[in-house]
T-cell receptor
Framework: DADVTQTPRNRITKTGKRIMLECSQT?????MYWYRQDPGLGLRLIYY???????NKGEISDGYSVSRQAQAKFSLSLESAIPNQTALYFC??????????FGEGSRLTVL | AQSVAQPEDQVNVAEGNPLTVKCTYS??????LFWYVQYPNRGLQFLLK??????LVKGSYGFEAEFNKSQTSFHLKKPSALVSDSALYFC??????????FGKGTRLSVIA
């Protein structure tokens, strides 16, 4: 089993729908992150959490929200999806060192 | 603010030739530098990192990178490229207790 698991792996939805992407990890790390990948733009940080009670906005948090349900679980929500949120989303984890461990990604298409 | 520049969107190299993928960074304080690789339809995989110590860092799959503080660079290198090295490569940096900041990526194409 993967150390960092993302569900769903692929999702197609319509404008205005609420979408949740889920992430769970078995590495025992305290820190979890959500990044977004767009061609030519690299990875950009959406939200991050250094422990269960800690939530921080990243570079591109507008239109997104997160929930840290437990040490092992960190979900990303799009309250009302729009087409420019079409992207590949990655969850990652780390301990106190900055080295990240990534999930396989969730490809979201908003029509 | 932290930032990373990967000046080349694409690098093409013949199999067996040496390869270099460039990265420059900007941070306040001492940098922690990383290279990750992404194969099609996969997540990012760790290649190597510089935290402190020897400026030449060796990593997975025969890759290495040299930390150059005066030039604020951390170029990725390999002496002899393989077709299987073809992928998207990301440089990343942070300083202190902050998340990694990634470059835009460089697509490496190794031609047989």
């Amino acid at each position: 089993d993967a150390d960092v698991t993302q569900t769903p792996r692929n999702r197609i939805t319509k404008t205005g729908k609420r979408i949740m992407l889920e992430c769970s990890q078995t590495k025992g790390h305290d820190r979890m992150y959500w990044y977004r990948q767009d061609p030519g733009l690299g990875l950009r940080l959406i939200y991050y959490s250094f422990d269960v009670k800690d939530i921080n906005k990243g570079e591109i948090s507008d239109g997104y929200s997160v929930s840290r349900q437990a040490q092992a679980k960190f979900s990303l929500s799009l309250e009302s999806a729009i087409p420019n949120q079409t992207a590949l989303y990655f969850c990652a984890t780390s301990d106190a060192t900055p080295e990240l461990f990534f999930g396989e990604g969730s490809r979201l298409t908003v029509l | 603010a932290q930032s990373v520049a990967q000046p080349e969107d694409q690098v093409n190299v013949a199999e067996g030739n040496p390869l270099t993928v460039k990265c420059t960074y900007s941070v306040s304080g001492n940098p922690y530098l990383f290279w990750y690789v992404q194969y099609p339809n996969r997540g990012l995989q760790f290649l190597l990192k510089y935290i402190t110590g020897d400026n030449l860092v060796k990593g997975s799959y025969g890759f290495e990178a040299e930390f150059n503080k005066s030039q604020t660079s951390f170029h990725l290198k390999k002496p002899s490229a393989l077709v299987s090295d073809s992928a998207l490569y990301f440089c990343a940096v942070n300083s202190g207790n902050t998340p990694l900041v990634f470059g835009k990526g460089t697509r490496l194409s190794v031609i047989a």
